[in-house]
C-alpha cells in the first residue's frame, strides 16, 4: 500500500478532527458561520444527521455509512469545542464519561458480576425521589430527547409490560376507529388545536397496532417515505415536471401506472 494513501491511525484522524474544528472556531480568521454556532442552534443538525445515518443504514450502503456517521461525529466534537471555550465540559471529559458508564453498566463482563439489566443499573446509578407515578416520570424523561414516533413506541411498550394493556387485538382496532372518529369531527369542526390533538392520539394509537404486531412504525413510514418519492418521480417525469393544471383523474391514472411499472420491474422473472 502507498503510504501517501495509507488511512491513518484512529486517534490521529480525531486529533486532526479536532484541531479542524478548533481552527474553524478560532476568533481570529474562523469560520463566521461555525462561530455564531450555540449548543441550541445546532440542535436541528443533531437531529438531522442522526436520522441520515439511519437511513444510511436502512440503505445497506457502507461507503454513505461512513460519510453519514463522519457528519455525526462532527456535531460531537463541534459541541465539545462550544463547552471547553465556555469551560464546561471537552471530548475527553465526553469519552472518559461514556467509558466509564459502559464498564459500570456492564459489571458481568469488566467486573466478574452477574449480568444486570440497563434499566437496573441507571436507576441505581440515579435515585428518583419518591414518586406517585414512577413509571410516568420515569418515561418523561426517557422519551424527551426521542423523535415523537419513536417515544410513542417506548411508551406504549412500558405502559403495556406495567398491565395498561388491551385484552386482544380487537381492542386496538377499536380504539383506531373510535380515534378516528373524533380526528374526523374535530377537522369537521375547523378547530385546529383540537384537530391536531385528535391527530397525535390516531398516531399514538397506529403505534400501539405496530406494537401488537411487532412491526417498527419508522421503518414502515420510512418505506412508504421512499416508495412516495419513487412513484412521484416517474410520474413527474411523465408530465415533463408540470403538475400544475392537471386533473386529479389525469394524476390517478399516471400514479397507479407508476406502482404497476414499479411492481413489474421488482417481481422475478420465471425461471430465474
Known sequence: MN?????????EALAELIAVVARLRDPEGGCPWDL?????????????EAHEVADAIRSGDDHHLAEELGDLLLQVVLHAQIASEAGSFDLAQIAAG???KLVR?????FGGGEPASWEEIKAAEKPQPASTSPLSDRLAGKVRGQP???????ISKQAAAAGFEWDDMSGVWAKVHEEL???KEAVASG?????QEELGDVLFTLVNVARWCGIEPEAGLAGTNSRFLDRFSRVEAALDGDLKGRSIGELEGLWQQAKAEIRAENTPTPGC
Open 3 to 11: 503510504p501517501q494513501t495509507q488511512t491513518p491511525a484512529p486517534l
Open 36 to 48: 455564531a454556532q450555540t449548543h441550541a442552534s445546532l440542535v436541528p443538525y443533531v437531529l438531522e
Open 98 to 100: 461514556i467509558s466509564a
Open 105 to 109: 453498566r456492564h459489571p458481568h463482563v
Open 148 to 154: 415523537a414516533l419513536a417515544g410513542a413506541m417506548t
Open 181 to 183: 372518529d373524533e380526528l
Open 191 to 195: 378547530d385546529r388545536p383540537h384537530a
